[in-house]
């Protein structure tokens, strides 16, 4: 049997907040509390008047669209690496958010920044790209710029929201680990199992994502109710969700939400998730209580690579 509809939210349930000020530099106040609201009490708001030119998008679209159509065998020799750089297979497999194994009708590309390989940090490294790929390089490097430029903005917005100073954040992403992904969904016809769909539920790992998304749908949303609720795409803007490190470092006062793929709409579905990692070393840890113990607190590093060692298998991630 097919897997039942999901309820079309009118989008207004999920805010829509003008950033326009705040990308001006101006940390205005009902800007900051809306969106500190929306992190509470959802986990999920769209942002429009962001400041990201809508051609850097159109950039890293053809660029990979390009990438995604050549043959398997190619794509194949820059699959992930260990550091989550490269080509992520069509249908890999993954555990996911759950003890079974579940497929993916999904294939995705990804970066990072640019760095050496670091005896002291599993994450750095340097990027991968296919052969003849310097449009795919150049466009999604570009667009990494643009999207830590916006990740910087919202990090104040996430400061003032939470009462600490506007730099809170700014000072724990101040060497960022953020990875940017491009993600291809074939359309899937009444899909009859939430282990085999565009992405199985589950809650994004990092301090939040900047998700852009096409006219073709497919983002849903679990609500407090366990209802899943669809996420439509609004031109103009991001969807920005929270991570479950920020839920951790905030103690849960904001919500990493679990959300799922589901491309139910008969064409192919393309999205270009910015997922923003602080430096390595931050700690795992409610960040705002007085005790300052970090005795056994796992570090991002060791919480990101014990993650993605279940999420991403074919990745071959020592442990
Ligand atoms: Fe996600």
């Known amino acids: 049997m097919a897997l039942p509809k999901s309820r079309r939210l009118d989008f ?11 990308v001006a530099g101006d940390d205005d106040s009902a800007t900051i509390d809306a969106i500190g609201t929306a992190c509470r009490n959802i986990g999920f708001v769209y942002v429009k008047n962001h400041g990201v030119a809508p051609e850097l998008i159109d950039n890293v679209l053809a660029a990979s669209g390009e990438f995604f159509s050549r043959p398997m065998e190619d794509k194949n020799k820059v699959v992930l690496d260990e550091r989550l750089r490269g080509y992520l297979p069509l249908r890999y497999r993954s555990y996911e958010g759950e003890d079974n194994a579940a497929t993916s009708n999904q294939e995705g590309f990804w970066m990072g920044t640019q760095r050496p390989l670091n005896p002291a940090n599993r994450l750095d490294g340097p990027n991968v790209w296919p052969e003849n790929g310097d449009a795919l390089r150049n466009a999604m490097e570009t667009y990494y710029t643009a999207a830590s430029g916006l990740a910087g903005h919202l990090q104040r917005a996430f400061s ?82 929270l991570g479950n490190a920020m839920q951790i470092w905030t103690n849960g006062e904001f919500s990493s939400t679990p959300h799922r793929v589901i491309n139910r709409y008969g064409a192919d579905r393309y999205s270009v998730p910015f997922f923003a990692y602080p430096r390595w070393d931050t700690p795992m840890k409610p960040l705002f209580d007085d005790t300052d113990d970090d005795g056994d607190v796992e570090i991002c590093e060791a919480y990101q690579v014990r993650k993605w060692r279940r999420i991403f298998p074919i990745a071959n991630i020592p442990a």
């Open 12 to 22: 207004t349930e999920i805010p829509v907040v003008d950033i326009s000020k705040l």
């Open 160 to 241: 003032l929201a939470l009462g600490q100073e506007s730099d809170f954040f700014a000072r724990m992403f101040d060497r960022q680990q953020s990875l940017l992904k491009v993600n291809h969904y074939p359309p899937q016809d009444n899909p009859t199992s939430v282990s085999d769909i565009g992405v199985v539920p589950h809650s994004d790992e990092g301090g939040f994502t900047i998700l852009w998304q096409d006219e073709t749908g497919g983002l849903e949303i679990e609500s407090k109710s366990g209802e899943w609720v669809v996420a439509p795409p609004l031109p103009g803007t991001y969807v920005i969700n």
